[in-house]
């Protein structure tokens, strides 16, 4: 597909695009249960279970959901399995707009930090985000904080290099704190509008790995006060019921402020962002689709749930 | 959440006690259960649905054993089915017995296949192959760069063509090397990719039919929820996979993806992969990984730790000295030494599943430094103070405090503790004679371990 055709589509049509897979499927489902039962009974509402679990949602919130219609069938007298659709859809929008961000002041410094557990996109997160922002006129700097993995440093390099943003880099095996304190000096005297820092993948319950992001908070507290710190947090769209936990022990140790959910471009629905934004209270600010630059956009929870829908 | 399988069905079945027969309604309640437990582990929908059935019909009417609780009876029912689904035994890797053996590792993104090389190049070097490792992901920045990075680090050639070549020919390529440097076996990484993106799989197919590998293994996130089915089922169509590799083992996910694919695809689990150092690749065990799906965690895996790491003999030897209360600082030493062995302690803490998410024992921090500490205050006393710590004086404790880098105060601390250890132990000896127990020697508490069925 060529590159300018594919930037000019508007997000709508990109978030479509990615989660066509998924809607078809997702919305085929739903059709399908629709016209095979007429009147919403416990077959039906079996089905409906099916679906809802098959997207990662976890069953707290299958149950959830369920529980809802189950009221929603006797306080309406809904008796017409079409309307269903619409009552999940509109179940689906509140949860994630009772989620709604809070002001960011912008006179401060921004710094945003990324991270997340092995594998999920951290990097090229980074890439797409430093892009996006350069090119809507922020000044953007990166920090390569990920000095653990093997090439981490150059795939950031190279990303950058597309962004046309300076990174801070040092060498792989390097501190990750000294790595930020640099950026923190480059931000301060560059005078950036944003420092986003990639740091190592992690498993959660790696608590040697999770102190040494606590430390990376230390040296942000303390080089660099005047900044306003964002923390995301990075999910594979992919990713099981793990994920909660995942997001609850980072969000121990960070003061979490969004989810970036990736991979949506797959046949996973991502549906585990339901119970985590509905554990953490935190929104999900944006969505990856694809592994080109433009390929990450910010996220919106009518677009979402109406590109899983319509 | 982590509310262990076993102990939700002792408290469902917990009427049952004293029937003598599991009823159909028991079971019905049981299932239930199960079915929560292994959703929420991420065994795919349907999967879940087939194996409630193939347990239902297993467990009516059979007999609850004395010994057993009704639902340590069904726990044991649902385990060994799991551990029938996922494979009896362990699987090897095969090679072509006459020609130069190529494996081709595929999977998503991200889902671990660069470092999983690196860690299977170190294996195969181990066993006296000479393996070539070849760059055939041209697309993410610096693939290539990081699979030369972890081929570096363990000894192993990488070859590649940049990024502007196409991976089938630099997988063409890649088989005239080899033959002409002498490697035996050939390991192919590949870009993540999505199994709906056709071009891309297209390519992989390709590249198939080129080497054709004796092994085409596919790599999975044990993290994965319930797309692993489709993900698995779609590369079996377009590649036949021969094997499964199954990562991020070592978060604590329950990795029920296994039981899925296990259930799709029919192919067995080659590896698992547990760390990010490059020999954390281990075999797969069918039987630890039922464990692990049901919440009931890894313990076969941390007794073979612990026995792996303790010398039988010594663990004799020592239990004898505990018995005749001679035991000295020296055993002490050793035995601390061995507890090293088993590799940091928080490590082991992490392999029981909840650890990680329960609040009470996530807290549990294992400082290594005090360990580092003892052993250096022991270290700095003379072969005739460990043996009889009793001699140490005032002037003697200085010495030892000075020698190790610590105070007195550390010094005075360990020889009280030591003082402790031994009245316990006295205590222990006493006792110990009722009941006598061999094997794990100091860490005896963990041969008490039972498994929780």
Redesign the interface.
């Known amino acids: 597909m060529d590159k300018e055709n594919k930037e000019k589509k508007g997000f709508f049509a990109k978030l479509k695009e990615g989660l066509s ?1 998924t809607k078809k499927n997702f919305t085929e489902q739903i059709e399908n249960i629709i016209f095979a039962h007429r009147k919403i009974d416990d077959e039906f509402l079996e089905e409906l279970e ?1 679906i809802l ?4 949602m ?2 707290e919130t299958t149950l959830d959901i369920i529980e809802y219609i189950k009221q929603e069938v006797k306080k309406n007298k809904v008796d017409d399995t079409g309307e269903i659709k619409n009552l999940i859809k509109k179940y689906l929008v509140e949860m994630l707009e009772k989620h709604k961000e809070v002001e960011t002041d912008n006179t401060k410094q921004q710094v945003l930090l990324i991270v997340g ?5 951290k990097t090229t997160s980074i ?1 797409k985000i430093a892009y996006r922002l350069k090119n809507s006129g922020q000044k953007v700097i990166v920090a390569a904080a990920d000095t ?5 440093v ?2 950031l ?3 950058c290099i597309r962004a046309n943003v300076d990174i801070i880099a040092s060498e ?1 095996g390097s501190d990750p704190g000294a790595v930020i304190f640099d950026a923190i000096q480059a931000a301060k005297a560059r005078k950036s509008d944003i420092l986003i820092c990639d740091t190592a993948g992690r ?6 790995l999770m102190n040494e992001l606590s430390k990376l908070f230390k040296i942000l507290d303390k080089e660099f006060p005047e900044a306003k710190i964002n923390v995301y947090l990075v999910i ?1 769209a ?9 997001a ?2 980072f969000a121990e140790t960070c003061q979490l402020d969004g989810l970036i959910l990736t ?1 949506l ?5 991502g ?2 962002a339901f119970p985590i934004i509905n554990e953490l209270n935190i929104p999900i600010k944006y969505v990856g689709v694809g ?1 080109k630059i433009d390929d990450l956009q910010p996220f919106d929870a009518n677009d979402f749930v109406n590109a899983i829908f319509e | ?1 982590f509310e262990n399988l076993s102990e939700k069905l002792q408290n469902t079945l917990q009427k049952l006690r004293g029937k003598g027969k599991l009823t159909e309604k028991d079971i019905e309640a049981a299932m239930k259960e199960v079915k ?1 437990s292994l ?4 065994v ?2 349907k999967v879940v649905k087939l194996f409630i059935n193939n347990v239902k019909e297993r467990s009516l009417g059979h007999d609850v054993m004395d010994s057993l609780t009704p639902g340590q009876q069904v726990v044991k029912i649902v385990h060994e089915e799991l551990v029938k689904l996922m494979g009896e035994a362990e699987s090897k890797l095969k090679f072509d017995p006459n020609n130069i053996t190529y494996f081709m590792m595929c999977g ?5 296949k ?1 470092t999983a090389t690196g860690k299977l190049a170190k294996k195969l070097k181990k066993d006296g192959k000479r393996p070539l490792l070849v760059a055939g992901d041209i ?5 290539i ?2 699979l ?3 081929g570096e ?1 363990v000894g192993v050639p990488v070859f590649e063509m940049g990024d502007k070549v196409s991976p089938v020919t630099i997988a063409k390529e890649a088989m005239k090397y080899a033959l002409k440097h002498g490697n035996d076996v050939v390991i192919i990484d590949t870009a993540g990719r ?3 993106d056709e071009e891309l799989m297209d390519e992989l197919v390709q590249i198939k039919e080129t080497v054709k590998p004796t092994e085409t293994l596919l790599l999975l ?1 044990a ?6 089915v ?2 698995a089922e779609t590369f079996n169509k377009y590649l036949e996979i021969s094997g499964v590799i199954l990562t ?1 083992i ?5 990795g ?2 296994a039981l899925s694919i296990r259930n799709v695809v029919d192919k067995p689990i080659k590896f698992v992969s547990t760390g ?1 150092k490059l020999d954390q690749l281990e075999p797969f065990y069918p039987d630890r990984m039922a464990s692990r799906i049901l919440g009931m965690g890894d313990v076969l895996s941390i007794i073979e730790k612990a026995q792996n790491a303790f010398d039988e003999k010594q663990a004799v030897e020592l239990e004898k000295k505990l018995r005749t209360n001679d035991f000295n600082l020296e055993d002490f030493l050793s035995q601390l030494q061995q507890m090293k062995n088993m590799g940091p302690l ?1 490590d082991l803490l ?1 392999m029981i599943p909840g ?3 329960n609040k009470k024992l996530k807290d549990i ?1 294992v400082d290594e430094n005090q360990l580092k500490h003892t052993e250096a205050i022991i270290q700095s006393m003379t072969k005739k103070e460990r043996m009889n710590p009793n001699i140490i004086n005032g002037a003697r404790r200085k010495r030892i405090a000075a020698g190790s880098g610590t105070s007195v105060q550390k010094v005075n601390q360990l020889l009280k503790q030591y003082d402790e250890m031994k009245k316990m132990m006295k205590k222990f000896s006493s006792m110990g004679k009722m009941g006598k127990k061999k094997g794990l020697g100091g860490l005896g508490g963990l041969g008490n371990f039972k498994m929780p069925f």
Not at chain 1, 53 to 56: A, C, E, F, G
Not at chain 2, 223 to 228: L, R
């Open positions: 897979k099916e679990i098959t997207s990662d976890g069953v557990v092995n594998g999920v996109g890439g653990f993995r093997a090439a981490a150059e795939q390099k190279e990303w792989n498993l959660h319950n790696k608590k040697n594979d992919t990713t099981g019921q793990n994920g909660i936990i995942q609850k022990l991979k471009d797959g046949t996973a629905k549906g585990i592994e | 959440m929560m959703l929420e582990a991420d795919n929908y998503l993104q991200g889902a671990g660069t697309y993410r920045p610096a693939a760069k990081q030369q990075v972890v680090s999505l199994h709906i996130d993290m994965t929820g319930q797309d692993a489709k993900v991020k070592d978060g604590d996910a329950r029920g993806a990010e928080e992490e650890v990680a998410g921090k």
